[in-house]
């Protein structure tokens, strides 16, 4: 095989339910005697790292695992919240495989392989299988069956949940897999390392150059095959709620070493989030989506009361609900406050430009529980036999109904806020969130670099244009527990001769000299500005001309920014320390000289989609009443070469086909 | 608001380590904690000078990598947070605060503020799972109704974070409330029942094998801890060990 020859992606003949199926039938095996003689890396331990070393060291290979915090439990995916989709149908409400499928690619607004996408429902109901069975505490009801809630753009439940923590008791599971096999040998963990470059032996991934965080020494590490599941590059834009270290280095790496990226420029930008407060911060706090299922989202219906509230003279709860515009009710009666996250967050948008933010900033508005309080608090006070006509006790019920779901992110809410969300209504703008771009694979999550992988937020897989809530969790552990164990096989069992990879070769010898002279590069430069200075000048680049909505003029500008930017970089940058030892800005550089190059192709991908199509909002491609129109001419999937720069990027197109769905225009009227 | 900061420096985890006074001004009360030292630390590149290592990642009090010892206090002032929560709205103009590391025997500082968490995770190696491999075939996830009160409880000693702020409070340098609320999680699950008393012996001996002392109830981890891990698990787990080595 060779580089870039499994694009466009094969997938297995035969109807779309029987397909995974029948791959399975058909692939080769590793016999269990010769797993045994078979290394594997993976590099990150987030739910679709963690998952899938612990799956393939299970199956007798033997994994090694990186990440670069100091515990394969704190990878970004602990800080997820809401929860994980599964088509299980508990709640009875007409869910099934074929629904979570249906809505996940209308939800990416058609721009996700079919294939993929049914292989992900096919499989979730085996996940909630496997993290109960592995003493995952999911939310459960009275009768001591699994609870399940709502999240945004359908119109079943079918969300597992663990409080406000969802991401951590799932990682937490995973973590727990990882153990019992650090336990037994098979995974070799290596906390506080870096991947820093990928190695090719004759074209394939044959090992990696990593970097010890706490020594500063290069370290080479070889495989059979190099597993990347790094996560999301949302950090491009300096603040978004992503984790301060999750980047996108080693997904850029591999991307410069021959792996195609896609769809970059799709980006989910979340609409609850806490709003930005000044220029010192450094991040930004989500608000779970499940606040959506009882939250009410609204804007003063008059812009004088707007103006009153920004100055401070007036209180959310003083507008009477006759004044209040609850705009994606209004917009949206069908699906109301639970519309798809893009569909949200440009509605919100659209409000605060009109003039009608809250907040002193004006970038914010309100997400209200004063009417779900008192609904709860009255059903409560009548099932316990109390007044419910009282409206104190009423209110008093609804608030420790309300705590009981949401306790924690209210009081996560107050104390950045300083606001008791319980008086008075929250304040959310959108932030950025996920990237539903990524290193693109095949459907056996393979890149076009052979035996070189990629899992979990760092590929482009199964959302298209747009990720519903509560499917990234989803989508990790798919790729992690029940994908890659299989289908990295079909590539290993060819492999099973090659013996033990060499580390003392050209190949890693040349790929540890440019890592080194990159480190070297950055101490010795004589700048005199902090790595942050252009992270931040680079993220406010891509808030204002590649963010929310874009258009042809704003992003040619923003390609230029960015190049400007990166000169300056090198130019200017300043890294204190030295190469020993720990030094947080010196890999904070590498990171930001890689968002410097990404950005570019994230622009340069915006730009060549002329249409509008989930979270990518193209001004010049609206219908009158505002929404995004898309364009048959791109149904496909926009995979990028590397050639030498960003701008030199050459574009692969992978048509889309739908045959299971039809394709129709996204309303959630 | 400007603030006087007293802060552990020590360059790697052999050399001596000593605190080191730093000024910094124009803080807003809006800011966190670790954005305060942001602006120490950016401040301190511009001079040249090597800026102060600490561990955060999420910012948000869930992947329990910030640990400071804030004027003595683990997480600092307020309570149930952890240091990456904590605003400055907290503290007033002219305020001196001293940071140091999380100490303890079984945390090696590894630079600055950094420690050494890794015993944490070799008590967890220890017993900290349930055997059983990924298949895609075991039993549907409704087959064992869990009372909710059980799976409750499982939950809120689930819900620890690894932070260690435990240990840094108990003038023992005890890892009970961490090891008693992963024991306890099991024990309370029926996935648990099948290991639950190798468990428990298996990491009570790791734990007393990486140095951490012995809990004399002093409560102090209860405390500071910011997930309101509670004490009532290391009678749980005390249970559980004595039960477990009587048979
Ligand atoms: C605040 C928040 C809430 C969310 N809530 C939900 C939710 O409720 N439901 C849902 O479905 N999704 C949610 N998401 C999205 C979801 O959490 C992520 O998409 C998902 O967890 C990503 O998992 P991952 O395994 O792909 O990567 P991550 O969890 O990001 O893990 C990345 C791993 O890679 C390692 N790594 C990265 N680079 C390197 C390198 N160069 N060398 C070595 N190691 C490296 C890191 O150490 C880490 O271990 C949420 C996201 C955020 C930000
Ligand atoms: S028990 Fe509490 S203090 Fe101790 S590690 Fe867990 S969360 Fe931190
Ligand atoms: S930085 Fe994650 S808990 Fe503080």
Known sequence: MTLGENFPAKTPEGPIEDKWTSYKNKIDLVNPANKRLIDIIVVGTGLAGASAAASLAELGYNVKAFCFQDSPRRAHSIAAQGGINASKNYMGDGDSDYRLFYDTVKGGDYRAREENVYRLAEVSGNIIDQCVAQGVPFARDYGGLLDNRSFGGVLVSRTFYAKGQTGQQLLLGAYSAMNRQIARGKIKMYNRHEMMDLVLVEGKARGIIAKNLITGDLERHSAHAVVIASGGYGNVFYLSTNAMGSNVSAAWKIHKKGAWFANPCFTQIHPTCIPVSGDHQSKLTLMSESLRNDGRIWVPAKEEDAKAIRSGKLKPTEIAESDRDYFLERRYPAFGNLVPRDVASRAAKERCDAGFGVNATGEAVYLDFASAMTRYGKEKALVTHQDASNEALVLELGKEIIATKYGNLFQMYEKIVDQNPYETPMMIYPAVHYTMGGVWVDYDLMTTIPGCYAIGEANFSEHGANRLGASALMQGLADGYFVLPYTIGNYLAKDIRTGTIPVDTPEFAAAEKSVQKQLELFINNKGSKPVDYFHKKLGKVMWDKVGMSRNGRDLKNAVKDIQAIRDEFYKEVKVPGDLNGFNEELAKAGRVADFLELGELFAKDALNREESCGGHFREEYQTPEGEAKRDKAFQYVAAWEHSGAPKDAKLHKEMLDYKYIEVKERSYK | ?247
């Open chain 2, 1 to 247: 608001m400007n603030l006087k900061l007293k802060i552990w420096r020590q360059k790697n985890s052999t050399a001596k380590g000593k605190i080191v006074d730093y000024e910094v001004n124009e803080i807003s009360s809006d800011m966190s904690f670790l954005e305060m030292l942001d602006v120490l630390n950016a401040d301190l590149t511009e001079k040249g000078k090597e800026p102060v290592s600490f561990d955060h990642d999420c910012r948000e009090g869930i992947c329990g990598s910030c640990s400071l010892q804030i004027n003595g206090r683990p997480h600092g002032p307020d309570g149930a947070i952890t240091t990456c929560q904590l605003h400055m709205r907290k503290f007033k103009d002219g305020d001196s605060i001293v940071i140091e590391p999380f100490r303890a025997k079984a945390f090696p500082i590894v630079k600055d503020l950094i420690i050494d968490r890794s015993a944490f995770d070799r008590v967890q190696h220890a017993g900290a799972f349930v055997s059983v491999n990924t298949s895609g075939n075991t039993q549907d996830a409704n087959a064992t109704p869990i009372n909710k009160v059980d799976a409750d409880y499982a939950f809120d000693a689930a819900s620890c974070i690894g932070c260690g702020a435990c240990v840094a409070a108990c003038k023992n340098a005890s890892a009970m409330l961490f090891v008693s609320a992963k024991v306890s999680q099991y024990a309370l699950l029926p996935q648990g029942q099948v290991e639950r008393e190798k468990r428990v012996t298996d990491m009570v001996s790791q734990m007393d094998e990486e140095g951490f002392g012995a809990c004399t109830n002093t409560g102090a981890c209860e405390i500071e801890c910011p997930k309101g891990i509670s004490i009532t698990n290391i009678a749980r787990m005390n249970r559980e060990f004595i039960g477990s080595n009587l048979k």
